[in-house]
């Protein structure tokens, strides 16, 4: 036990003079440069870290010395993500609501409140800490270490070794298989609890858990590093990634969610929002996706699959395993939101961190009118057949700036992303490219023009980012091409048609969405200072 507690204390005097000091990951020229938070997020990190919230207000250097010296973030101080030890409601960094009913459901409103906040907000991230347990444990400081939340949900380790020798005569795609290592291929020098691991295998499955790879751990008799069995050692804090389909952006960004709420749940230091780190894709296919400039929000450098690394044992000083994209009621895919709730402060702030990352900005309003989104599908299914007609007639109305896209391949997605955060209502048929409402304004309306009989898929999405929904609402008035088949089942299916729209109906839906928007306070008090913008720079000219 003692050696126990010299390990842990060891690690922790490290972890100290790090905080004060420059490291490889952390240019001198550039001290505070793993930080790079938004400034609605710089209160909550800073309380996590008061010893370099110390140092940086005192630090003439420090980028963020004058906003933590600014009454905004002093009035700001006490507040909290939602998971730390000692946060209230009142502190956290968003407050859900539900105002919807909870009968039938929980026994009382709190209950309402508190199971939303544990199932889609930061209560999900608090949890898999509490249930975070040590599966192999340290003897010494430079022995390994690996723990892991309940069902091997999310796990991080030490000085891990992962054998991928016999990558090197596997010829068939890796992709979703869960016999990529063997047993003894991963391990590390600790004390393993194996009973304990093998009591969290019940969700095996390729993007479920961890329990395909881990259920393979075994005690190494040596510290893999020191006793030079690794042929690559990988310096960099890691982050080995079993993705979601990267060509299709609902599911792709539920692992880029996935990853930013595995951030918190790794917050045990002031680099975790650090992009030097190394990302590891756990299959053979060389990552293409046309959401790649996501990845700029968590890492600087090039991403690696299991090619990279076929034929060698590799050695991972700091790992993580992080939350899975298809988790059993997991984020967001299979997600059992309860009724009647809304707003995430996890995929709130998830969208502003992305936002803040990418540097895409709310710009500056030449008139008063709302910004219109139509999203243009150029598919085989599911395409708009009198488009055109639609947008003609929203055009003629002066209140309304209306622009019609088509978020293709020939469109950066940063580009996208502006385009949607400018937008006060979002229109498109069902469909991935719906999943931009994570990224709209507070006010904004998603107008899922037609759920194609899946109404809860966006609508859920939407009550999760704490957006106003809006889809079809008369039947009658929308006209498809056909009855729709599935393409590889003899069995009729809406999405695999096309649909044209009753004109007056859909102008009518228009109205709908802009009264609520115009009616909300966070778009009140963006046009005044909106407006107040306009006037400064006309004022200059």
């Given at each position: ?5 010299s ?26 440069a793993y930080i790079n938070?938004s400034?609605?997020?710089l ?5 996590r870290?008061?010893?370099l919230e110390?140092?940086c207000?005192?630090d003439?250097?420090c980028?963020?010395?004058s906003?933590?010296?600014s009454?905004?973030y002093?009035?700001r101080k ?7 030890e ?8 968003a ?9 039938g ?22 949890d ?17 270490s690996?723990?892991?939340?309940k ?6 380790g ?15 795609p890796?992709?979703y ?9 991963i391990g590390g020098h ?11 295998l ?5 993007l479920?858990s ?9 005690r ?9 069995r ?21 599911h792709h960004?539920?692992?880029?969610l ?12 002031a680099?975790?929002?650090?992009t ?10 060389t ?5 790649a ?6 890492t600087?450098?090039p ?5 990279t ?9 700091n ?6 994209p298809?988790?059993i009621f997991?984020?967001y ?6 009724n009647?709730?809304?707003n995430?402060g996890?995929?709130?702030?998830f969208?502003?961190?992305?936002l803040?990352?990418l ?6 309003r ?9 999203l243009s599908?150029q ?6 057949l009198?488009?055109?007609e639609l947008?003609a ?13 088509s978020y ?10 502006r ?6 209502i979002?229109i498109?048929?069902h469909?991935?490219?719906?999943t931009?409402?994570?990224f709209?304004?507070?006010?904004a ?10 109404p ?6 939407a ?10 609402e008369?039947?009658h008035?929308?006209?498809p ?10 069995e ?9 729209f009753d004109?007056?109906?859909?102008d ?8 609520y928007?115009?009616?909300?306070k ?15 720079k006309?004022?200059?000219?």
């Amino acid at each position: 036990m003692e050696r126990v507690r010299s390990a842990v204390l060891a690690f922790s005097v490290t972890i100290l003079l790090l905080l004060v000091q420059c490291t490889p990951y952390v240019a001198c020229d550039k001290p505070y440069a793993y930080i790079n938070l938004s400034k609605a997020h710089l209160p909550m990190y800073f309380r996590r870290f008061p010893a370099l919230e110390k140092q940086c207000a005192e630090d003439e250097t420090c980028p963020y010395r004058s906003v933590i010296a600014s009454q905004s973030y002093q009035n700001r101080k006490a507040s909290c993500w939602g998971y730390e030890e000692g946060c209230t409601e009142r502190n956290r960094y968003a407050n859900h609501s539900c105002p919807g009913s909870h009968i039938g459901y929980v026994k009382s409103k709190q209950a309402h409140l508190d199971t939303f906040f544990s199932q889609a907000d930061f209560g999900f991230v608090r949890d898999q800490i509490r249930e975070t347990r040590i599966m192999c444990e340290p003897q010494f400081p430079h022995d390994s270490s690996l723990e892991c939340s309940k069902y091997l949900r999310f796990c991080r380790g030490r000085n891990l070794m992962i054998n991928f020798t016999d990558l090197a005569h596997r010829t068939e795609p890796l992709r979703y298989k869960m016999d990529v290592l063997g047993p003894g291929q991963i391990g590390g020098h600790c004390r393993l609890h194996g009973e304990r691991l093998r009591d969290e295998l019940e969700h095996i499955s390729p993007l479920q858990s961890w329990g395909p790879e881990l259920r393979f751990f075994q005690r190494l008799e040596q510290p893999p590093i020191e006793a030079g069995r690794c042929d690559v050692v990988i310096e960099k804090p890691a982050f080995i990634m079993k993705i979601d389909a990267a060509i299709n952006m609902y599911h792709h960004f539920c692992d880029f969610l996935n990853l930013y709420a595995s951030l918190h749940v790794n917050l045990s230091h002031a680099w975790g929002f650090d992009t030097d780190t190394q990302v590891l894709v756990w299959e053979s296919f060389t990552y293409l996706s046309p959401f790649a400039d996501t990845f700029k929000v968590f890492t600087k450098n090039p991403i690696a699959d299991l090619k990279t690394y076929a034929g060698k044992v590799v050695c991972f000083k700091n790992v993580v395993l992080p939350l899975l994209p298809r988790m059993i009621f997991g984020l967001y895919y299979n997600t059992p939101i309860i009724n009647g709730c809304e707003n995430s402060g996890l995929f709130h702030a998830f969208s502003e961190h992305v936002l803040h990352r990418l540097r895409v900005r709310m710009t500056t309003r030449p008139d008063e009118r709302l910004r219109i989104t139509f999203l243009s599908r150029q598919t085989r299914y599911r395409r708009v057949l009198n488009e055109d007609e639609l947008v003609a007639r929203i055009a003629q109305n002066p209140n309304y700036a209306v622009e019609r896209v088509s978020y293709g391949h020939d469109l950066p997605f940063v580009e996208q992303l502006r385009i949607t955060r400018n937008s006060d209502i979002f229109i498109g048929m069902h469909g991935a490219g719906l999943t931009h409402l994570l990224f709209l304004p507070k006010w904004a309306t998603l107008f899922e023009l037609y759920h194609c009989e899946d109404p809860n898929c966006y609508r859920d999405l939407a009550r999760l980012r704490g957006v106003h929904y809006l889809s079809w609402e008369r039947d009658h008035l929308v006209y498809p091409e056909g009855e729709g088949k599935h393409p590889e089942r003899d069995e009729r299916h809406a999405k695999f048609t096309n649909y044209a729209f009753d004109v007056n109906e859909f102008d009518r839906l228009v109205a709908k969405a802009a009264k609520y928007v115009k009616a909300h306070k966070e778009f009140q008090k963006y046009s005044n200072t909106n407006a107040n913008r306009r006037q400064v720079k006309k004022d200059e000219l």
